[in-house]
């Protein structure tokens, strides 16, 4: 069968949640050293590794059909693409990251206004500058290479602009937030004309449906126990489940066998209430995705 598809998988910090996400929904995805063209098991698709960075301008000329990039980039390169789906992940959270403007602990910058006529370091260039154009207020924007948050301590900048998901690194370097200038996540990107085409569009909304499921199952388990009929309607008033959970009748027993799937952060706290009025056996397992 001949490719469908050309994606592009994000090099770099996001590369392996990635690569573990595509594994989750059903793809293998093989990186083989320094070659930027990873095997998968798809005989229909063709990945290229490709720096976020520069993954919406790959796809806007259609040197990709599709990839995966932060919302942040799209923006930065003003790039004219089909947004799929949002697909919240990251390397540390599963929740959207920040760009924020930090500046030293000790820095007399309260609010953006303050910083007219001040340097400011980042790699989100374009963005930084439009943004603070809009609001009239004079700065310089400097590209950074990389330790972003070094620039400060070095006396090299007055303020940075940087991605965060926790802010540590940030705290770590003496720095503190003063604003948010956007709140970014990952994004499956297509190009106009490949979405157009049947077989391409078919191809990248099975990506984006099962990619999205394997997203869900990351945040969800599924429970099953054994539970005597008389303390069964208790026990289903405690399940926070999807839809009602399957219950069946164990063989030449008063008992019943309970099937659902719950949020795993509620485990934790479910399960000793599920002990207390009367459930046994429980097994919890991993899903790789809900659909």
Known sequence: MSKILKLGIPKGSLQKATIDLFRR?????????????????????????CRAQEMSVNVENATLDAGLTGQDWIAENMSDVHVVTDLVYSKVTTRPARWVLAVGHDSPVKKLEDLKGKKISTELVGYTKRYFEKLKIDVKVEFSWGATEAKIVSGLSDAIVEITETESTIKAHGLRVIHELMQTNTQLIANHESYKDPEKKKKIDQVALL??????????????MNVPENCMEKIVSLLPSLNAPTVAALYNSSWLSVETVVASEAVRALIPELLNNGAQGIIEYPLNKVV
Do not use: H, M, Q
Request: hydrophobic content about 40%; some cysteine.
């Open 211 to 224: 990619l999205k499921g394997a997203l869900r199952g990351t945040k969800l388990v599924g429970l099953k």
């Open 25 to 49: 929904a059903g793809w293998g995805i093989n990186v083989n050293g320094r070659s930027y063209f990873p095997d998968i098991n798809d005989n229909t698709i063709e990945c290229a590794l």
